[in-house]
T-cell receptor
């Protein structure tokens, strides 16, 4: 089944404790992206990757890192999480200029 | 001005009603357009792409007006299961998707 998977789905952590949210797709898509969704602000892009070893900042990259060592994986790293990073996070993938497929989301709470 | 604007709603309609959502975008060079559906706390899912000639998929019809930079979605014969948030999405150069804030639809019995 073609899909985008994210782990963990739910995470509660404390300020400053490094964490990684994994994202994997099995559709051989070149393009992958991370978004956060907050009430009243909609979906905002954090980082994106056009292909392996190619990453770039989206609209709200501060406090996040990504890597794209393999085509299928695009982890999101929070080196020192803060409470303002409490949000619902979505990973997505696509072929160039095509619709994006989203993962099921990761609900992160930073206390 | 937001790059993609939608009326947030909510639109409260009875079952069987016809409802229309509109969306405007500011980048005249935008390349592709989509409507996504998002249920509460779930991931957005593609509802339909929007083509210049307009396109229909069952009860759903999408229209694009490039001159006015305007996209619409029409839902006929609304079902309870249509209750969701509908996101207008614009694809720009570099594969950059920009999302509207979403329009919430609630279909009542």
């Amino acid at each position: 089944e073609a899909q985008v998977t994210q782990n963990p789905r739910y995470l509660i952590t404390v300020t400053g404790k490094k964490l990684t949210v994994t994202c994997s797709q099995n559709m051989n898509h070149e393009y992958m992206s991370w978004y956060r969704q907050d009430p009243g602000l909609g979906l905002r892009q954090i980082y994106y990757s056009m292909n392996v070893e190619v990453t770039d900042k989206g609209d709200v990259p501060e406090g996040y890192k990504v890597s794209r060592k393999e085509k299928r994986n695009f982890p999101l790293i929070l080196e020192s999480p803060s409470p303002n990073q409490t949000s619902l996070y979505f990973c997505a993938s696509s072929s160039p200029a095509r619709e994006q497929y989203f993962g099921p989301g990761t609900r992160l709470t930073v206390t | 001005r937001k790059e993609v604007e939608q009326d947030p709603g909510p639109f409260n309609v009875p079952e069987g009603a016809t409802v229309a959502f509109n969306c405007t975008y500011s980048n005249s060079a935008s390349q592709s357009f989509f409507w996504y559906r998002q249920d509460c706390r779930k991931e957005p899912k593609l509802l339909m792409s929007v083509y210049s000639s307009g396109n229909e998929d069952g009860r759903f019809t999408a229209q694009l007006n490039r001159a006015s930079q305007y996209i619409s979605l029409l839902i006929r014969d609304s079902k309870l299961s249509d209750s969701a948030t509908y996101l207008c999405v614009v694809l720009n150069a570099g594969n950059m998707l920009t999302f509207g804030g979403g329009t919430r639809l609630m279909v009542k019995p």
